[in-house]
T-cell receptor
């Protein structure tokens, strides 16, 4: 089955700096890669996703890149702000027999943005 | 903006007791999921549900677990005889027609004593 590795486990940056979180996946059949932000005690919140037919997607200060050959994808946050502080999870998903997709999550990155 | 809702927010139960966790998915969604997250760990898939039947389940989802969509709006997870290691945050999620973007509920924190 799919296995997702995520690095780093903790990332501390100064406000205004960029942050990059990297994930690798094992199953070449995976074709959907979402990123979730989880604040303490709250639900995982979908912030951006990418499908395997594109290499990069951007939404304001966040962007995701995908390298299918190397089976890795990354989250980039520019001009970080204290409110970006949270745990970020990557996930990978492939099409199951019935057409739906279950998510396999990485282990999470705790991002701390200091003012 | 429609959201997935879950009740209760926190459930405390004794080992061996049955619990039912409830979810109301987003109204026009067709695919439903349960995940769990043990404190400080990653989110783990439990089960998915489509067209009134289980589509896939993980090895965590053993005979003690069951899911049901008793009516047009609710989606429930039942644990028949809880164990200490069932203590976790349980998240319900739903996705729409194309089974892609999954939106999570706020979770139910289950504490088994």
């Amino acid at each position: 089955g799919e296995n997702v590795e995520q690095h780093p486990s903790t990332l501390s940056v100064q406000e205004g700096d960029s942050a990059v979180i990297k994930c690798t996946y094992s199953d070449s059949a995976s074709n959907y890669f979402p990123w979730y932000k989880q604040e303490l005690g709250k639900r995982p919140q979908l912030i951006i996703d990418i499908r395997s037919n594109v290499g990069e997607k951007k939404d304001q200060r966040i962007a995701v890149t995908l390298n299918k050959t190397a089976k890795h994808f990354s989250l980039h946050i520019t001009e970080t702000q204290p409110e970006d502080s949270a745990v970020y999870f990557c996930a990978a998903s492939g099409r199951g027999n019935t057409g739906f997709q279950k998510l396999v999550f990485g282990t999470g990155t705790r991002l701390l943005v200091s003012p | 903006e429609p959201e997935v809702t879950q009740t209760p927010s926190h459930q405390v139960t004794q080992m061996g007791q049955e619990v039912i966790l409830r979810c109301v998915p987003i109204s026009n969604h067709l695919y439903f999921y349960w995940y769990r997250q043990i404190l400080g760990q990653k989110v783990e898939f439990l089960v998915s549900f489509y067209n009134n039947e289980i589509s896939e389940k993980s090895e965590i989802f053993d005979d003690q677990f069951s899911v049901e969509r008793p009516d047009g709006s609710n989606f429930t997870l039942k644990i028949r005889s809880t164990k200490l290691e069932d203590s976790a945050m349980y998240f319900c999620a739903s996705s729409g027609e194309f089974g892609r973007e999954q939106y999570f509920g706020p979770g139910t924190r289950l504490t088994v004593t």
